[in-house]
């Protein structure tokens, strides 16, 4: 093989369609369109209550520490789906924001529209009020 085709070939293995830069969460936020502004402002929320990172776990995006998670979906249709620990709300909240049976121990809620981000952010301090007294034995001073 002539070394001008032995440069190409390996051009073509090793340099088309390799982007070898992770997504984070905030990549994955911009494509939602109409949501990304909610969504923003929905992890800058959770990273106001406790600091961490979220990190990539399956088809989540779960906040370390574990008391919320986000589900990002984009190529089919665009969803922003909130994962939380089941926690006491008031009926306005919940009816605003239904929270239903999701992956392990965590409730899931799907978030349609900006209306629905003060629920949100109230199940989020929820969950993390939660797990605060469950690790720390005390609850939270804000």
Known sequence: MPHESRRLWSW????VGQD?????IEDEIEQLNDLRHVGSAL???S??????????????????PIFVGFEIRYLRGRKLNLLVRPTIVSRE?????TLRAGPLAFGRAEITNARQLLAA????EGSWRDWHRATFKKDPNL
């Open 12 to 15: 073509l293995i090793f340099d």
């Open 20 to 24: 070898t830069t992770p997504m984070t």
């Open 43 to 45: 992890v800058q929320f």
């Open 47 to 64: 990273h106001s209550l406790f600091s961490g990172a979220f990190k990539k776990k399956s088809a989540a995006w779960i906040y370390s």
């Open 93 to 97: 909240i919940s009816s605003v924001l």
């Open 121 to 124: 952010c109230t199940y989020i």
